[in-house]
């Protein structure tokens, strides 16, 4: 657990927006992750995680920076990097079980890897759903087949943005635990974009804090004790309080004078 | 809703009913014959005992099932209403001669043609299924081939869709007499004319449906290493199923109007070549008896349409249970 998997050094993403006006994404931004890692990365709306994620798989080019796998240059996208989107990203077309083959078929290994279908079925415990249509199943469902239809590319690296958004807090839990299993079963790097602090304590090795316009990296916090964590124990509400007072959201701001 | 036994033996009466008086007019009464030609009553007679035939069966058959019997209860006053439809008709046609001649024969004489002219109907039917076939699945072919280079390729996109776009509101008859000069055979016009109305409004759902594929099912393909064959026949065609049917659907319309003009104006076969030549004769029993089997034909290829339809848009919201609702 030394070798660096990812490594993103002084990447800065400019975009346009509506009015034409350039919109520092990203400024000089630099993070290392480790082999095998598993990273949660946290930051309000807009501090350029998504970008940050898109750049990790090959979605997008930094204007300037380099970012690396395994020492080499990331140029486009790569089954070795899984990428889970939020939401509403299964193909409609196909069941549960071809949304899972998709990565197999798209590779051209299909035929010879046939039966990881299965086992990520049931890795994920959608055993009896394997001929639902993607409308027919459960938001928390979907998203483990989006994240099966991934891992089953074996890909060195997991980027996650905000899988469990959308989900209520029994299925983001129920779920969380779900990533974790997988986490150990393949031993996959896993980078999680969340906004939710407890999520980040609970699944990850650290913590990474992303601060607003330009979008840039404001700590990096290791959580190290040890896992199963329980969610309200001394050691996790501490951390809390620690990541909250780093986010600046701990304490109630002044009100402004000339409220009404 | 529940029907009790009683009811539902109401509802089967009723829906015999008709057509069971229907029968009992068409031999109590005797028909009025023509100065020139016979007027035969069986073929009718034995058409009115098959439906009873059929909806007698389709009673018994529904009898054990909630949903059947509630369906077949609620068509009750339909059918019993096409029954008297036809003894009014019968009625007034066949046996006290009120309607006019010879624009309006009675049922005995239209469904008689079947009998005795079976052969060259059935011969002109296999012509209008022929035509069909070839020209409109030709232009399927061509209508999604076409789709699929304007969705894809943007040089296409430039250079085919104003031509799509130019041609595609001229109604495709309009080519006839170029059509006729141009290809060898008549069926061969004919099927280019038929194949020209499906291209375009097929061409066009397909390149639309492609075009409005969400940017996120591309990157999904882009992430998972799908390279651009996998994004054009895995994401941007299924992506484009639902329109390709709206457009099948559009061209199907214009197809079979297509079909029927062409056969009346240039073809030597088909059900509208045999409408046109029935009305030479002034034999208007005869067209009528031609429009029932093109009802009955179109009918049947819609409903294939549509059963393959369903099967392949199985996957999208609600669409399933909508078709058992309509039955
Ligand atoms: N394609 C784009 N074109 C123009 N501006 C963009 C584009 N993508 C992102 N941005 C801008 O870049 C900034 C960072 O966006 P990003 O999506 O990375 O934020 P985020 O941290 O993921 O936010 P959220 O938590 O709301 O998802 C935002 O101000 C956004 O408006
Ligand atoms: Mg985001």
Redesign the interface.
Known sequence: MSKNAVEVTGVTRIYTDVRGNPLEALRDVSVSIQQGEFVSIIGPSGCGKTTLLRLI?G?DSPQAGELRLNGEIISG???Q???V?QQ??L?????VAKNIA??L???GVYKQQKADVAEYIELIGLEGFEKS???QISGGMAQRVAIA??LI?RPEVLLLDEPMGALDSFTRADLQDKLLELWKHDGTTMILVTHDIDEAIYLADRVVIMSPRPGKISDVIPIDFPRPRHRGGVEFLAMRKTILEKLDLASAKPEPEYTI | MKISNTKFLIRTVLTLLGFALAEVGSFAIPTLQNQTFVIRDEAYRAILAGLMVIYLGSGIFSWFSETRRVKYAKRAPFRLFIGLVLLVWDMLGTKFGKLHMPFFPGPSQITWVFVEEWEFLLSNLLYSLRLYAFGFFSGVFLGVGTGILIGWFSKANYWIMPVLKMTGVIPAVAWMPFALNIFPSSFLAGCFLVSMCAWFPIGFQTARGMQATQKVYFEVARTIGGGRFYQLFHVAIPNALPTIFTGVSTANGLAFTTLVMTEMMGARGGLGYYINWAKAWSSYYKVYAAIIIMAILFSIILKIIGAIQNRALIWQRGLTSNVEERG
Do not use: I, M
Not at chain 1, 91 to 95: A, D, K
């Open positions: 798989a979605l996208t790569d089954p990097r899984g990428y989107f509403g990203s193909f409609p077309w196909l069941t998709a990565g078929k798209a590779r249509y993607p409308h239809r991934a590319n």
